[in-house]
């Protein structure tokens, strides 16, 4: 069994900072992507940004230059900083892991998200 849980959510200024934290936890063999992802209210589920493989990192075009995401091997945490917050970014989070267990089963694996709201 693999969990994953985010935090690091709240409620912030536009113009503000939040840094969000997604750590995987189980018999965890290895990590192979994790994904964050909003979803706003009526709206579908976005990808906000990607690390693949440790390293190679892709972001949704309207957080490109605000938004970096990092990876934390050793703990199996990932971060999201997020800058100069918008109210129009104002959803729940989700953090997705892709990897393989212990057992070399693959898992796919989402938190429960995280709410950010962005006041104006």
């Known amino acids: 069994q693999v969990q994953v849980v985010e935090s690091g959510g709240g409620l912030v200024q536009a113009g503000g900072s939040l840094r969000l934290s997604c750590i995987a936890s189980?018999?965890?063999?290895?990590?192979?992507?994790i994904y964050w992802y909003r979803q706003a209210p009526g709206k579908q589920r976005e990808l906000v940004a990607s690390?693949?493989?440790?390293?190679?990192?892709n972001y949704t075009d309207s957080v490109k230059g605000r938004f970096t995401i990092a990876r934390d091997n050793a703990r199996n945490t990932v971060y999201l900083q997020m800058n100069s917050l918008k109210p129009e970014e104002t959803a729940v989070y989700y953090c997705?892991?892709?990897?393989?267990?212990?057992?070399?089963?693959?898992?796919?694996?989402w938190g429960q998200g995280t709410q950010v709201t962005v006041s104006s």
């Open positions: 690390i693949i493989s440790g390293c190679i990192t």
């Open positions: 189980g018999s965890i063999f290895s990590i192979n992507a």
């Open positions: 997705n892991t892709v990897g393989k267990m212990a057992t070399m089963q693959r898992f796919d694996t």
